[in-house]
């Protein structure tokens, strides 16, 4: 295996079991999972009603007959992610992953407006395929500067910039949609084709756009006719409490949505939501053989049912809301701690020096030990790999809301 291949933690976690919200690893030591396979495990650990649902389409016998053939579990997942994406008319096409997800909207987007530029924030991750890559930012994850694509990249995530400091929400806004108009007189030639966003960024760091920016961005893309892709793959299917789709706080409706991880609780599946005759326009664009596999699509059909049947997008705002608020309350008492953020259930904590205010990876790093020792499992972002980023399966309970969140305010003391 490659040397680049980074495992967390000086003393890599081997993960033999999970049950609920817990996973066990090869030396019997349990944790609460608050990064469930970066956002993966949705639904936690060990769930009757996936497990079910696979071993039926197991006794089958078909695991996979390719896409060649009618596969029922896809038209039944793509009827229900069309209804609920509130794009009018749309269809959908089923992949293995999330970059996979965003090279199908980048081939159809180039295609549909016949131009290879795009437009992407700074500071995004969208994958690390050739196509996918080029629009991904994120400098820790940009392993390679050739592109495919024509890319500009926008601000919008990067309050923390000088230029920034202290603008009030509307005139920060009003600072990117510059930025953007700016980028379309003077950097591009002819046609733009999409742009494309999280609503929250993930990798980055859980950056959090202000509420209207993606509405102020629209206006501006829908007068040229420029498309735009929502990724979704971390923001979707009720995280953020507010929203079934991330870009749905906004109060915007994308010509897209890109959309991967918890879908499947743990099984392949990703996907494109998009507008009918954008979907409809080129004759071809199916990527992979297993894109849409009945063994994950009886694996995402139960999955979405049940985050849908347990309302669980209700639940992330509310066990959200209860570490959010603890955090944001014992913040002040830790001058290590640069910014608490999220929504629902997703939340980061930014590490900095206490100093300087400089971004601190290396406190990032113990802290992750920390946690580690302490029986929970967190992830790790932003540009600077000093972002603490956690995202609990959506069925956390209130009392595991409140264990984690005592264990984080402990690692804070601990490394403080
Ligand atoms: N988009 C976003 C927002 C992501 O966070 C990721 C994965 N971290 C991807 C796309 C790529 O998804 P996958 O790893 O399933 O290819």
């Not at 830790?334 to 997703?346: A, C, N, Q, T």
Request: proline share 4%; glycine share 10%.
């Amino acid at each position: 295996m490659p040397n680049w291949l980074a495992l967390y933690y000086q003393d890599p976690i081997e993960i033999v079991s999970g049950k609920g919200n817990r996973v066990v690893d090869a030396s019997g030591k349990s944790y609460l999972d608050f990064f469930a396979g970066i956002l993966t495990n949705m639904i936690g650990y060990d769930v009757a009603e996936v497990r079910e649902a696979v071993e039926r389409q197991l006794a089958t016998g078909v695991v996979h007959t390719s896409t060649v053939y009618l596969l029922r579990g896809q038209i039944e997942l793509a009827e229900k992610i069309a209804r609920l994406s509130g794009i009018p008319d749309a269809k959908v096409f089923f992949t293995n992953s999330g970059t996979e997800a965003n090279e199908t909207a980048l081939l159809l987007a180039t295609y549909a407006r016949k131009s290879d530029q795009v437009l992407a924030m700074r500071q995004s991750y969208h994958g690390r395929s050739f196509g996918a890559i080029s629009v991904t930012s994120n400098r820790s994850w940009k392993n390679n500067s050739l592109s495919p694509l024509n890319v500009h990249f926008l601000h919008g995530a990067d309050r923390h910039l000088t230029q920034f400091k202290g603008l009030s929400d509307a005139d920060y806004i009003a600072a990117c949609v510059d930025d953007l108009r700016h980028v379309l007189a003077t950097a591009v030639a002819g046609d733009v084709a999409a742009l494309i966003a999280e609503p929250i960024q993930g990798v980055g760091g859980f950056t959090m756009a202000p509420d209207g920016l993606f509405a102020a961005y629209q206006e501006v893309l829908a007068a040229e006719g420029i498309l735009f892709i929502s990724d979704e793959v971390q923001t979707g299917w009720g995280r953020t409490g507010s929203a079934f789709f991330g870009i749905q706080n906004h109060g915007v409706t994308p010509d897209m949505m890109t959309f991967a991880k918890g879908l499947g609780n743990g099984f392949a599946v990703g996907g494109v939501v998009a507008r009918g005759d954008l979907m409809d326009a080129p004759h071809a664009v199916g990527l992979a053989t297993f894109g849409g596999n009945p063994v994950a699509m009886a694996a995402a059909n139960a999955t979405l049912d049940f985050v849908l049947s347990h309302d669980l997008q209700a639940n992330a705002a509310r066990t959200g809301a209860i570490i959010l608020d603890g955090l944001r309350a014992a913040a002040p008492r830790f001058p290590i701690v640069g910014d608490v953020r999220g929504k629902g259930l997703m939340f980061a904590i930014e590490l900095v020096d206490p100093e300087t205010g400089a971004p601190a990876p290396a406190l990032a790093a113990r802290y992750m030990e920390e946690t580690r020792n302490l029986g929970l499992l967190a992830g790790k972002g932003g540009l600077y790999g000093h972002a603490m980023r956690m995202a609990p399966p959506l069925t956390l309970t209130e009392d595991e809301a409140r264990e984690g969140l005592a264990i984080l305010v402990t690692a804070l003391e601990n490394i403080s």
